[in-house]
């Protein structure tokens, strides 16, 4: 059965997209087609792309990697295949407290799961711990990160990469909010989406939810557009995690943290030779 031009558009499109930086969500493909002018931004588009998607995923147009689903992945049991094999493990797992010698304590705040794995990657290197809100965070996370804040001594920010929405903005008011319940204050910066960023790459918007209680004062001062953060190019994604990380640590007190770790792996290594 022939397949429909406009589905072999979206595949020859999502794949160009997929070639130049994977692995996506396919919601983040299906924003990059809506930005190409490929698709409409509609609900049944969408599903259209994820058809599609999994249609050149089966024929191996689109490799099976190319995709992530941050939501359904597998919780395995760590495993070795023998003394040696975990010994390389622990050289690898082994980190240097970075924190120790930094003025500021930085962690980052998402609002959404699917993405988790773009942060993961560009925060690893940096010893940035990242909190995953799906929503409004739950009380029981906001203790421990509370009780956690109030033992540092010394300023703590909190970078926050959310939807650009009613509901999106509100969360960052209560987390303010309830962090203070706890009796701790640390800066929050919102750091994605902003309104600029709407234009300054030409984000696909769509109408505010006229559901959402907190609509009518979002409206008023942004107007009646949303875009959600899966919107924003990977490639910008990655680079404003970093710069807003950078900007706010002692990049040359995390150099000297990295190389003392790098000795300790040696020293770690030596002993579990000698074992």
């Known amino acids: ?36 002018q490929v698709i409409d931004n509609t609900r049944s588009r969408y599903q259209a792309v994820s058809k599609a998607v999994v249609a050149a995923r089966q ?74 809100g799906r929503g409004y965070d739950g009380w029981d996370s906001l203790y421990n990160a509370a009780s956690h804040y109030t033992g540092w001594q010394g300023p703590v920010t ?15 008011r209560s987390l303010g909010e309830r ?28 109408f505010t939810k006229p559901t959402d209680s907190r609509r009518k004062g979002f409206v008023a001062r942004h107007g009646d557009m949303a875009v959600e953060l899966d919107a924003l190019p990977v490639d910008v994604l990655q680079d404003r995690i970093r710069q807003q990380v950078e900007t706010r640590m002692d990049l040359n007190a995390l150099a000297r943290t990295r190389e003392q770790e790098r000795r300790d792996r040696q020293v770690i290594m030596k002993l579990l030779e000698a074992a």
Not at 74 to 88: I, Q, T, Y
Not at 92 to 115: G, N, S
Not at 158 to 172: A, H, N
Not at 184 to 203: G, K, M, Q, V
């Open 59 to 132: 024929e191996g147009t689109i490799p099976w990697e190319w995709i992530e689903d941050r939501l359904r992945r597998p919780r395995a049991v760590s495993m070795w295949k023998d003394v040696a094999d975990f010994a390389e493990t622990a050289r690898h797992a082994y980190r240097r407290d970075v924190w120790a010698t930094q003025p500021r304590l930085v962690e980052v705040w998402l609002e959404k799961d699917a993405l988790s794995g773009i942060f993961e990657d560009v925060l690893e290197p940096y010893g940035v711990t990242l909190h995953v």
């Open 1 to 36: 059965m022939a397949r429909h031009q406009k589905t072999q558009d979206i595949i020859d499109a999502a794949r160009a997209i997929l070639e130049a930086h994977h692995p996506m969500t396919v919601r983040q493909v299906y924003y990059r087609l809506v930005a190409a």
């Open 158 to 172: 909190i970078l926050y990469f959310g939807d650009f929405d009613p509901s999106g903005r509100d969360m960052v």
């Open 179 to 206: 962090l203070s319940f706890f009796e701790t204050s640390p800066e929050i910066i919102i750091c994605a989406i902003l309104r600029s960023d709407i234009d300054e790459y030409n984000l696909p918007p769509d």
